[in-house]
């Protein structure tokens, strides 16, 4: 009797779990997917995508203060259903230009100035994830070149779209290394999350809370700046608690800005 107690308990927890699954992962990246492909889903390839500036970034004068940027923008063809590309963008008081930092899947990873600063990717305009000027900026810059030299996936064949390590793996070692905790890539920034084999249990980049990561297949993250974060096969689902808003697959962040 005890046993066919156990076997229906099994069964309507295998039951309520594939709902959960299905409402908070695959509903969500499904409508995504079709409204990202009735969009035309950007470019074919890269030869024809726009690479171009969005405008984003004014030419830098000589008096401008520091300033560090944080970009996102959605990849190509059907990867942009579910993933963002992020990059790196500073330049000290009084500069003559922007420097970017980019990390990317051909050749070497670690690629400075590749782009335009706050260029398309793949003809999607960036988003801003975070926006540094002035003093703030200034205290950041050592911090992000420090961190950009020492990012250890940087050599030939390194590189892993998913689950890591990635471009975006690459950003959140370099937000990690901030003087204060700042922002949390997208939740579509897929390989943010990746950790290497080993490091299961860690502090978030923020540093305001903690992560359990199974090498960027599965994990949950529980943080103050991060919010509440269920990750499965690199896709996100949770909450953010301090800018109250729904991180869902495919959409990314849904709230205040």
């Known amino acids: 009797m005890s046993s066919v107690i156990s076997l229906s308990v099994l069964g309507t927890t295998l039951r309520v779990l594939g ?16 409204w ?17 500036s969005a405008g984003l970034l004014r030419p830098p004068g000589a008096s401008d203060p520091a300033l560090v940027r944080v970009y996102a923008a959605r990849v190509g063809r059907w990867r942009g259903i579910f993933a963002h590309h992020s990059w790196i963008v500073v330049k000290p008081a009084g500069a003559p230009r922007y420097t970017r930092y980019d990390v990317v899947g051909w050749g070497m990873p670690v690629r400075t100035d590749g782009w335009a600063a706050d260029g398309r990717w793949f003809g999607n305009d960036p988003q801003t994830v975070l926006a540094l000027d002035g003093a703030e900026a200034a205290r950041a810059i050592p911090a992000i070149r420090v961190a950009v030299a020492d990012y250890p996936y940087r050599a030939l064949g390194t590189y892993q779209a998913w689950p890591g390590p990635n471009s975006n793996s690459f950003a959140a070692h370099v937000l990690a290394r901030l003087p204060e905790p700042q922002v949390t890539l997208p939740p579509t920034a897929l390989g943010k999350d990746w950790a290497p084999p080993g490091r299961i249990v860690e502090r978030t980049p923020s540093g305001t809370g903690i992560r359990l990561t199974f090498g960027g297949y599965a994990g949950i993250t ?17 909450l953010d608690l301090r800018r109250p808003a729904l991180k869902l697959p495919g959409w990314g962040r849904i709230g205040v800005a």
């Open 19 to 34: 709902l959960v699954l299905l409402g908070v992962f695959l509903l969500p990246l499904g409508t995504h997917a079709l």
């Open 222 to 238: 529980l943080g103050w700046v991060e919010g509440i974060e269920v990750n499965l096969l690199g896709l996100v689902a949770g």
């Open 36 to 52: 990202w492909m009735a969009r035309g889903g950007g470019a074919a390839n890269w030869s024809v995508a726009d690479w171009s």
